[in-house]
């Protein structure tokens, strides 16, 4: 029998079909993915180490949609800014993997590489090495939570006739609340940023 031109089972076949289970329910597991293959499920570990694998062949899969390029921008808050809302729009696309990626530990190297790039930007920036850490955390914090916010609806409030002011507060912020607060919290967190060192950029 002649073999597939297109072969039944790769590590990338794997990412992509792991990632629409988890956009369709949340979640998978590795039979569902080899059934959906039309595989074997011992197939599919011939490929990844467990489930854990296929975690973070998913995760590289998400990620590799950041521009990791931007961290290479000047000045770093420039960069900063530019990679957080790469990051965001990267996670948006597919939040339901957020839940999956952010509790499980990162071992993807992909991942990892963009990571030693950010922090090697912030100590050439002059952040002291106990500061990077902190600043990434929060920064992914306010990137991963805006991105499931842009997921939810857009009235995510029903005042009320006992809630005027916040429906006051609703009708005047209009469309685009996610954007807007991201906006904010993006802007408040580069202020602090620069004020630990000195207000210099």
Same mark, same amino acid.
């Given at each position: 029998? *002649?073999?597939?031109?297109?072969?039944?089972?790769?590590?990338?076949?794997?990412?992509? %079909?792991?990632?629409?289970?988890?956009?369709?329910?949340?979640?998978?597991?590795?039979?569902?993915?080899?059934?959906?293959?039309?595989?074997?499920?011992?197939? !599919?570990?011939?490929?990844?180490?467990?489930?854990?694998?296929?975690?973070?062949?998913?995760?590289?899969?998400?990620?590799?949609?950041?521009?990791?390029?931007?961290?290479?921008?000047?000045?770093?808050?420039?960069?900063?800014? *530019?990679?957080?809302?790469?990051?965001?729009?990267?996670?948006?696309?597919?939040?339901?993997?957020?839940?999956?990626?952010? %509790? %499980?530990?990162?071992?993807?190297?992909? !991942?990892?590489?963009?990571?030693?790039?950010?922090?090697?930007?912030?100590?050439?920036?002059?952040?002291?090495?106990?500061?990077?850490?902190?600043?990434?955390?929060?920064?992914?914090?306010?990137?991963?939570?805006?991105?499931?916010?842009?997921?939810?609806?857009?009235?995510?409030?029903?005042?009320?006739?006992?809630?005027?002011?916040?429906?006051?507060?609703?009708?005047?912020?209009?469309?685009?609340?996610?954007?807007?607060?991201?906006?904010?919290?993006?802007?408040?967190?580069?202020?602090?940023?620069?004020?630990?060192?000195?207000? %210099?950029?």
């Amino acid at each position: 029998m *002649a073999r597939p031109r297109t072969p039944l089972l790769d590590r990338e076949r794997i990412a992509a %079909t792991a990632l629409q289970l988890v956009a369709e329910q949340g979640e998978f597991s590795v039979p569902q993915i080899a059934r959906a293959l039309g595989v074997q499920t011992g197939s !599919v570990y011939h490929h990844v180490d467990g489930r854990a694998g296929v975690v973070e062949l998913v995760r590289e899969l998400v990620c590799d949609r950041i521009a990791g390029e931007t961290l290479d921008l000047e000045p770093w808050d420039r960069a900063l800014e *530019a990679w957080a809302r790469s990051y965001r729009a990267a996670f948006a696309a597919s939040p339901r993997a957020i839940p999956l990626l952010m %509790t %499980t530990p990162v071992r993807a190297p992909r !991942v990892l590489a963009q990571y030693e790039r950010a922090v090697g930007m912030l100590l050439a920036a002059g952040f002291t090495r106990d500061r990077v850490m902190p600043l990434l955390t929060a920064l992914e914090n306010l990137v991963l939570g805006s991105a499931l916010d842009l997921a939810a609806p857009e009235a995510m409030w029903e005042p009320s006739p006992e809630t005027p002011l916040l429906a006051d507060a609703l009708a005047a912020v209009g469309p685009g609340r996610a954007d807007a607060a991201f906006d904010l919290g993006l802007a408040a967190f580069l202020t602090y940023a620069r004020s630990l060192l000195g207000g %210099t950029a």
